[in-house]
Each structure stands twice: as structure tokens, then as C-alpha cells.
């Protein structure tokens, strides 16, 4: 049912003033539970019984306990960082890993439990890092490998994980093993790379046209032969069919679990080996990842994330659930949310969460994303549309899954003008902290320029204001903090009688919650779940939506854009 007015039974208090979303100022815990729901509403349905007030469980001891177990990841918020752009140290301009240490207090302050770090590697930076030129080393520009442990140990102190960004796939032209295969074709690491005479082999039909660049091969004057690249020309692709090689690349792994990381990102890991029987994902990449894994579970408590390297189902990076990958990134909902909240129907969500959710086998979990250092701005794809990214965050946080938040997320942080490596940087500017010289991430000349509107986006002003994102992410983070439900609880979603509202149910052994996201941005709408069977009434724990149990039914009512967060047992 669509409204342009107040839904039935739901008016306006006389002298009531309407209340922006209640996300901004719920920070958890029982005292603030317990305010929320004493709180005046702008709109109460008339003939209903006062929300219930459920017994609040200590969070933080459950944070903790959660956040211990086997199941760590599946209860962690991730923060992927881009360390050039996080916090400079030396006023070098460029971020480093003691800039980045020296803000763990503040990341921690959000509610972020585990970092990935982009690469962090020796490199040119001729693709941001991701052209390795020693696996085993830090860039100079970012510290040293004492600074690595610094970071390392002061994560772990405050219980926050580690994850590296590991690029297997491909090296940079200037790592040494490319500069000794290029030598001749006959030196110990000839074959580490894919080399021809002509740019193209029958057992590598994958291309012709790389992602960047016009061609997937290209010629190297010193060897007088063409070799292969996946992306950049300065990216040459490994040869994973040399036994040599792949021990190699699985060694670069037990050196950074050996050197206390809490696991990885695998960068286009299905890219690994190509055949004339496929490009992505062949049984000898399958293979590979299944040593990985092996190699992880020798460690206590590692996890990895695949970037997957198709849109749809990313059941072949699980496996079994327990031999391949513990998470993989969610491409459609992280690439198709701009699109779908610019429409007003919930089906799209809907089936998208419930067929992952069937999808996966046992114990994997999706990773969610709303943007990342690939795409531009999650500012940029809502159209500026604040409610717009917030709902797609809302989702992000309370659908079956970990939620993995691009830095500057928080702020909405605007896109960049300035390309210094290439497009992809628009989403790359640093963090403004606070106002003043370099906005508090550098005494120098920043890499590149601050994004739009430093002023309103700085983490000091958007912490003073609670109606600014960082306070409504912050409530975010907190209301998934210590609860079950969210992290490894089960999905049902609720069918209503008015398309434009999504509501599901998550639940675990002793909670459930309901969460009710509208999708049409202009109206308000009222809708009837008529089998949705809720064990209790509710508790509005975030957003302005309401929620009346009615018998075997459920009635929402959604505000336009609007969104709730409801515990009902
Ligand atoms: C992945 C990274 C991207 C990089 C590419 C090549 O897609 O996310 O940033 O350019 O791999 O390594
Ligand atoms: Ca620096």
C-alpha cells in the first residue's frame, strides 16, 4: 500500500516533532536500548501496546566472544584500507604503516574488528601495489618490517585481526624472477612466466584484450618473445603449471602467517592457471586453493576471502565449506546496488540474499561490500543520495554475510578529482581527519589531492554531528556488535503484500530480529506479512520503519527511503 500522506493508524502526535533516523543517536548497549524505547515517537500506531523492551545481553562480553571463536570472521567488521591514503607519519605525503598504527584507536572507536590492507609489498605502484616487486618485504614508502610488527602487535593488542592483500596471480615486471625468465630461454625460471613467439597460444586462449590495455601479450625486446598479462603490461602473468613456481606462491603465504597475519586476501585468485579448457577457475586452480587452505588450517584461526573473478553464484571459491575459501566477495550486490535502490522493488534483494543463502554450502559466508578501491565512491553511485547508501549499508551489515567498509565509507566520503596511477584513483583520496594543516593526514604535500568537501566530510566534524554518516555508521557497527543473529544466524524473508518493502528475519538460538529496508524513496507504504509468525512484539532498535505483530501477521509501515531494525524476541 502506497501513501504520499501518514499510513493508517499511524498519525502524528499532536506537538510531536518528527525525528531524523534514530540510528543517529543509538549507540547500543542497555542504557541506550532502554532510552530508545522510552523515547517519543513522531508516529505510533494508534491501537497498539507499547514496544516491549527485551532483556539486553552484555554486548561487549558477547563481542568478545564471538569474536574469539573458530567463527571470528563471520562475526568481524572489515575495514579495507588503502594505506598511501590513511594517515602519513613522516609528511612524506604518502601514508604509512606507522600513520595507519598510530589510528587503530580510531578505527577500533568505529567498531572495526579486522583491517585488509591493500598491498603493502615492494612495488612501483604502477597498479597501486598490486604489481609486486618482492613478496617478502615492505614498500619502503610504506615502513619497514619492524613497522609491519609494530602494526601487527598493536592490532592484536586491541583484538583487531590482520588481513594482507596477496597477489598471486601476476608480479611486476620489475620482480626479480620476471628479470631472470626475460634473460634467455633457457635460464633456471625460463618458464615462470608465459612466453611466445607470437602474441597468442593455443593453450592460453584467455583474452586477446587484457582488462587494461589493448593486448595480452607483449613484446619483450630482451627475450625476443611476447609474454602474457591478465591486466597492465607491467603485470606479467606467472606460470602456476611450473610445480616450482606454484610452491613458490604458496610459500609467500606461510612467510606471512609465519610472520603473524590473520589471513588474506587472494587477488583474482581463479585467474591462477588458464588452460585451452578455461581462463578462471580450472580444476588446477581449484587444486591450488585446496594447498591454501591446507596451509592455512596449520595456523590457528586464519580465514581467507577470494576475489571472485565472475558476477553470480561464487559457490566454486567454498568448495566443500571447509577445503577452499572461508568468505568471497559478493561482485553483484557490490556492483549492483547503485542500480537497485534506484528502482523501488525488493524482489531483486530479496531473491539475491535468499539464493546465496541456498547457494553456499554450510559454514561459508558471503562477503558484502558497498564499494572498494576498484569502483568509484559509494557517494558517487547513490547520486549524492545519503538515504540511498545507507539503506545499501543497512543491508550490508544485517544480511547473511561480512561486511566489509572501504575507508572513507564512513564518511561518505567524496570521489577525488585527481589520477595519478589511473581512474580508479577517484576513489582512492586520503582521509581527512580533521581541519587544519593537510587535514590531519599529512604535514606535507599529500599523493594526491583531497576528495570534494574536506570541510563536511572530516572524521573530527562528522564525530561532533549526530546526524552525520560516520554517527549513523557507527550505530551500524554497533547494533551488529555481540549479536549472533547477525553474523551466522539464519535468513527468512518475508514476503509482504506491497513490493516495495524488503523484510526479513534474522535469528539465532536465543534472538531474533526483523529488518525492514523501503525501497521507494518518494512514499510512504504500509505492507502485510501475513505468514511471517513473529515469537514476540517489537523492539525498534534502529531507523524510523514501525512494526506491529498481528496475530500470525506482521504489519510495516516505511517511511519514504525508510528503514528499521527490530528485535522480536
Ligand atoms: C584486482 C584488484 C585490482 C587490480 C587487479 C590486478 O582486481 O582489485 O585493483 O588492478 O586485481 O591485480
Ligand atoms: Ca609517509
Not at 502506497?2 to 502526535?13: D, F, I, K, S, V
Not at 522510552?38 to 516491549?52: G, V
Not at 584507536?105 to 601495489?129: C, E, H, N, R, T
Not at 583531497?450 to 554518516?469: I, L, M
Request: glycine share 8%.
Amino acid at each position: 500500500m502506497r501513501t504520499r500522506a501518514h499510513p493508517p493508524g499511524c498519525e502524528p502526535r499532536r506537538g510531536a516533532v518528527p525525528r531524523p533516523l534514530r540510528a543517529h543517536s543509538f549507540r547500543g548497549g542497555p542504557l541506550a536500548a532502554v532510552l530508545l524505547a522510552l523515547a517519543p515517537a513522531a508516529c505510533t500506531p494508534s491501537a497498539s501496546a507499547p514496544e516491549p523492551v527485551y532483556e539486553e545481553k552484555d554486548r561487549a562480553a558477547e563481542a568478545a566472544r564471538l569474536l574469539s571463536g573458530p567463527d571470528w570472521f563471520r562475526h568481524a567488521v572489515f575495514y579495507e584500507v588503502y594505506v598511501r591514503s590513511l594517515q602519513d607519519s613522516n609528511g612524506d605525503g604518502i601514508g604509512d604503516l606507522p600513520g595507519l598504527t598510530s589510528r587503530l584507536d580510531a578505527l577500533k572507536a568505529l567498531g572495526v574488528d579486522a583491517l585488509w590492507l591493500m598491498p603493502i609489498m615492494p612495488s612501483p605502484f604502477a597498479d597501486s601495489g598490486y604489481d609486486v616487486s618482492d613478496y617478502r618485504a615492505i614498500s619502503p614508502e610504506y615502513g619497514t618490517m619492524a613497522d609491519f610488527e609494530a602494526l601487527r602487535d598493536a592490532a592484536h593488542a586491541r583484538g583487531m585481526r590482520l588481513f594482507l592483500d596477496l597477489v598471486l596471480n601476476h608480479t611486476s615486471v620489475e620482480h626479480p624472477w620476471f628479470q631472470e625468465s626475460r634473460l634467455d630461454r633457457t635460464n633456471p625460471r625460463a618458464d615462470w612466466y608465459l612466453w611466445s613467439d607470437t602474441p597468442g597460444r593455443p593453450d592460453l586462449p584467455c583474452g586477446p584484450v587484457p582488462t587494461f590495455g589493448t593486448s595480452a601479450w607483449t613484446w619483450d625486446p630482451v627475450r625476443g618473445q611476447y609474454y602474457f598479462h591478465r591486466f597492465y603490461p607491467s603485470q606479467p602473468d606467472l606460470n602456476h603449471w611450473n610445480p616450482d613456481v606454484a610452491d613458490a606462491t604458496l610459500d609467500v603465504a606461510r612467510f606471512w602467517l609465519g610472520r603473524g597475519v590473520d589471513g588474506f586476501r587472494f587477488d583474482v585468485i581463479g585467474l591462477l592457471y588458464e588452460s585451452a579448457a578455461g581462463c578462471s577457475m580450472i580444476p588446477e586452480t581449484v587444486a591450488y586453493i585446496q594447498r591454501l587452505r591446507t596451509l592455512l588450517d596449520a595456523y590457528r584461526d586464519r580465514a581467507m576471502v577470494a576475489e571472485p573473478t565472475w558476477f553470480g553464484s561464487t559457490a566454486p571459491f567454498y568448495g566443500d565449506g571447509r577445503d577452499m575459501f572461508h568468505m568471497a566477495f559478493d561482485f553483484d550486490y557490490g556492483l549492483g546496488w547503485g542500480l537497485t535502490f534506484a528502482e523501488s522493488s525488493a524482489q531483486p534483494l530479496a531473491d539475491h540474499f535468499s539464493a546465496i543463502a541456498q547457494d553456499l554450502p554450510p559454514g561459508a559466508q558471503n562477503a558484502i561490500y558497498i564499494g572498494s578501491h576498484d569502483v568509484p565512491r559509494a557517494f558517487e553511485r547513490a547520486n549524492g543520495i545519503a538515504s540511498r547508501w545507507r539503506r545499501a549499508a543497512l543491508v550490508q551489515m544485517t544480511m547473511p554475510g561480512t561486511p566489509f567498509v572501504y575507508y572513507g565509507e564512513e564518511l561518505a566520503l567524496r570521489s577525488g578529482t585527481q589520477v595519478v596511477v589511473d581512474a580508479r584513483d577517484r576513489a582512492r583520496a586520503p582521509v581527512p581527519w580533521a581541519p587544519g594543516v593537510g587535514w590531519g593526514f599529512t604535514t606535507g604535500q599529500p599523493w594526491i589531492a583531497f576528495g570534494a568537501e574536506p570541510e563536511r566530510t572530516n572524521v573530527e566534524a562528522e564525530k561532533a554531528d549526530p546526524s552525520s554518516n560516520y554517527a549513523f555508521y557507527r550505530s551500524l557497527l554497533s547494533l551488529r556488535r555481540g549479536r549472533e543473529a547477525f553474523g551466522t544466524g539464519s535468513l527468512r524473508v518475508l514476503p509482504t503484500d506491497d513490493p516495495s518493502i524488503l523484510l526479513y528475519v534474522r535469528e539465532s538460538a536465543d534472538e531474533t530480529y526483523v529488518v525492514a529496508v523501503g525501497m521507494d524513496e518518494g512514499a510512504s507504504h504500509t505492507g502485510v506479512a501475513s505468514g511471517a509468525n513473529l515469537p514476540g512484539d517489537a523492539q525498534r532498535l534502529l531507523g524510523d520503519a514501525r512494526l506491529v505483530r498481528d496475530g500470525t501477521a506482521a504489519r510495516v509501515t516505511v517511511p519514504p527511503a525508510g528503514m528499521g531494525v527490530f528485535r522480536v524476541r
